[in-house]
């Protein structure tokens, strides 16, 4: 059958001597609805909502079409985390997308996704979101002046490894850390709401008169106008990457995905409404951070707050991404996608370190080379890509398993309209505007042929890996782990 049977029995490597007898070594449910909330909403809230303002205005236009275009992203995000919380609810398995596909599609697109995700798209994300995070927060310490490129470099890759050790330590500690941030960001994102509404009050209404005036027509401008507010609502799947760490994910996924996304949108569009009343468009498109130039002119001398709010944000952002990017390194580690030690778990923290500490590699590989604009761009075409592909497998699901057992069900037209909106954002730009960039990615995603067939197909491994992944065994304390049945 298409739909694959998971496997029913563990291999023979899969439990651990543990203390007293023979106890499997697994991730603990530890993640409730709070945590859940904090989760989409704390990953969601990051650089985006800071930077990406001017990029959607200077796509669409004018102030009412980019305010549209946020909207419909909030919609967007809202329908795809609906029916990811159905798909969520028959495969209860941690991975998002690569889980999916793998049990509706197969092996081998299921490798190209977690071979693209784990090299180039997740770390590339968690890259983009930590060098935003650096710019803010050494830019006190340069005032009047550029920050040098080195200082930024430096300071994003520490907090790459901040949150290194956080993640390796306890899921606990994460996730206390993102429910913390999330407060904390929240609040930022309410004094901003508040000082534009009290702008409005005194009648700043200018940048909303002839709102529609000028606006860009063409489908690739607005698709890459989608792409940068998309990004700010980047982290609306998180929680299906952590499924079995949920405490009854048949509950708590909808709810979670239900209460965070509308907060966030409605924050969003109250955000964007306050930046244009205290800047007209042409100074909201001149201005190198929206949230300083606001603060600089609503705030005054307190205008030192929103940089901080903003570090602080950009940083619980990437805790998130962390957090959820390291579980499809380790799920397909677990499915034999990746090297075995990416599928261990830590003897005592119980968390998957190995596959944590893959990402943070990647990703300082990243910071080395990357602009923030480019690489959300590119992250976002591969993003969807393989999002249509998981919602497709959905639509499969619905019409030819019906009879799959399933606790939430989402109307059949909001995965219809996700899928749409999946493929128009994948072909606009290729279509209005081809860049030699997309093909390079394409080609990339394909070159994962090369590995797939004599590593995993006919596993030819070679003898010294099984030698190396003993010794890194031995010293990350770590052993093979079975996955939570729910």
Known sequence: STMRERKTTDPPHSSTDLSEGKEKLRLKQEVGLISGVSLIAGTMIGSGIFMSPEWVLHHMGNPASSLLIWAACGLLAMFGALSYAELGTIIKESGGEYIYILRIFGSFPAFLFAYTSVILVRPAGLAAVCLSFAEYAVAPFYPGCASPQVV??????????????????????????????????????????????????????????????????????????????????????????????????????????????????????????????????????????????????????????????????????????????????????????????????????????????????????????????SIVNFFSFVAWLFYGMTISGLLYLKIKKPELPRSYKVPIIIPIIVLMAAVYLVLAPIIDQPQIEILYIVLFIFSGIILYFPLVHFKCHPRFLQRVTVHLQLFLEVAPTTRNVN
């Open 152 to 373: 930024i470099k430096c300071t994003a890759a520490a907090c790459i490894l901040l949150l290194t050790i956080i993640n390796c330590l306890n899921v606990r500690l994460a996730t206390s850390v993102m429910n913390i941030f999330t407060a904390a960001k929240l609040l930022a994102l309410l004094v901003i709401v508040v000082g534009g509404l009290v702008l409005l009050a005194k009648g700043q209404t200018q940048s909303f008169q002839n709102g529609f005036q000028g606006t860009t027509a063409g489908i690739g401008a607005v698709g890459v106008a989608f792409y940068q507010g998309l990004w700010s609502y980047d982290g609306w799947n998180n929680l299906n990457y952590v499924t079995e760490e949920l405490k009854k994910p048949e509950v708590t996924l909808p709810r979670a995905v239900m209460i965070a996304i509308p907060l966030v949108t409605c924050l969003y569009l109250l955000v964007n409404v306050s930046y244009l009343a205290a800047m007209t468009p042409s100074e909201l498109l001149s201005s190198g951070a929206v949230a300083v130039t606001w603060g600089d002119k609503v705030l005054g001398s307190w205008a030192w707050l929103i940089s901080l709010s903003v570090a602080l944000s950009t940083f619980g952002s990437s805790n998130g991404t962390f957090f959820s990017g390291g579980r499809v390194c380790y799920v397909a580690a677990r499915e034999g996608h990746l090297p075995d030690i990416l599928s261990m778990a830590h003897v005592r923290c119980l968390t998957p370190s190995p596959a944590l500490l893959f990402t943070s590699v990647m990703s300082l590989i990243m910071i080395i080379s990357g602009s923030f604009t």
